[in-house]
């Protein structure tokens, strides 16, 4: 018994020295153990001796995670937690473990690791980019409008400098789209939660395909779209942006006579989007590294100037999915056009350890 006891005590002097906010549950989620880094954090103005976990925490998320957890008997991860602590704002990486005992789920314990310092460090980065974005967009809306002055003048310009003028027009024009795309990411990243609703799936499409029709008139694009999952919780801003971006990157590389098809279906606890060209696809060896940021694909399917973008589209699209803790992939064959899949998840679900 004196052994037992010994190490209790030592389990507990451990968890007392790890600067991380250490809570533990049994399976009715009362309180087994809370160390003083919790305590002073999350326990502030709350009951003197609190008894359950919803005594201590009040965030649906991290009381949802606590009981699929115990329940499942599978971990659970939750990222970038707010809280405001002294007058300040902490934020925290949470990650929810089973307690087991011969097999069998007795409870669940939660670390909270205070990542605080990272968060703000990324945030001043993000901030940067999104103010020299801003910034450097404005002169070159100026840029732009001198020059098509120019290009549109007899007297100012020989016919000879007409061509330079348009260079310089279509080169601004690249670089408008470049901060455009570089603000749009920093913003994105900028999100610590995600204003979720009800989106009609047919009718945000339908406004992306108007619009993008209308940008490749000159290309008689078809934009056809078989959709039985029609409703989908989401963030509708970001969304619309991915939607957005991965149609337009299908009407870019769409082939002579370009047929685009967008898709959805449900598949257990997801919803899967899917959004095909008949284009000339893309090769294996750059498979693995299109939603990189700036990387862009020197093969056939880049072979026309004017398709040629930011680098950024797919790596915009990327970001939003895993926000929305998704998943998106490509099947593509050369000559045989391209495929991308979106994965919304409906549910809370196991996040591994190892991601």
């Not at 310009?157 to 408008?176: C, D, F, M, Q, W």
Request: net charge negative; proline share 3%.
């Amino acid at each position: 018994m004196n052994e037992v006891l010994a190490q209790l005590d030592l389990n507990k002097i451990l968890l007392e020295s790890i600067n991380d906010a250490i809570l533990s549950v049994d399976k009715n989620t009362n309180i087994i153990f809370l160390n003083s880094e919790f305590e002073r954090k999350f326990s502030e103005d709350k009951k003197e001796s609190p008894s359950k976990l919803s005594d201590v925490i009040s965030n649906e998320e991290i009381l949802d995670g606590f009981q699929f957890c115990i329940n499942e008997s599978v971990p659970f991860r939750i990222e970038d937690y707010e809280i405001t602590y002294k007058n300040r704002k902490h934020f925290y990486d949470i990650v929810i473990t089973p307690m087991m005992d011969k097999g069998q789920c007795f409870g669940a314990m939660g670390v909270f690791r205070n990542i605080t310092a990272a968060k703000l460090s990324e945030q001043m980065r993000v901030d940067f980019v999104a103010n020299v974005s801003h910034e450097i967009r404005t002169p070159l809306t100026s840029i732009k409008g001198f020059a098509q002055v120019l290009e549109n003048s007899t007297e100012l310009v020989l016919p000879a400098g007409k061509e330079y003028l348009s260079k310089i027009i279509k080169n601004t024009e690249r670089l408008h789209a470049l901060f455009s795309d570089l603000l749009n990411l920093s913003m994105i990243e900028s999100r610590h939660r995600l204003i979720k609703s009800e989106i009609n799936l047919k009718a945000m499409i339908e406004s992306v395909r108007a619009m993008l029709l209308q940008n490749y008139s000159h290309k008689n694009i078809q934009i056809s779209y078989d959709l039985p999952i029609e409703t989908l919780r989401v963030d509708p801003k970001l969304f619309e942006q991915a939607l957005i971006n991965l149609i337009d990157n299908a009407c870019k590389y769409a082939g002579e006579k370009p047929h685009i098809k967008i898709t959805s279906f449900q598949e257990k606890e997801d919803i899967i989007i899917s959004v095909s060209d008949d284009g000339p696809g893309i090769s294996r060896e750059h498979m693995g590294r299109i939603f990189e940021r700036f990387y862009q694909v020197e093969s056939s399917r880049t072979n026309q100037k004017s398709s040629r973008g930011t680098g950024l589209g797919l790596s915009i699209v990327k970001h939003i999915v895993s926000k929305h803790k998704g998943e998106i992939w490509v099947e593509s064959e050369e000559d045989k056009g391209t495929i991308f899949f979106i994965k919304i998840p409906t549910k809370n679900k196991r996040i591994s350890l190892d991601e």
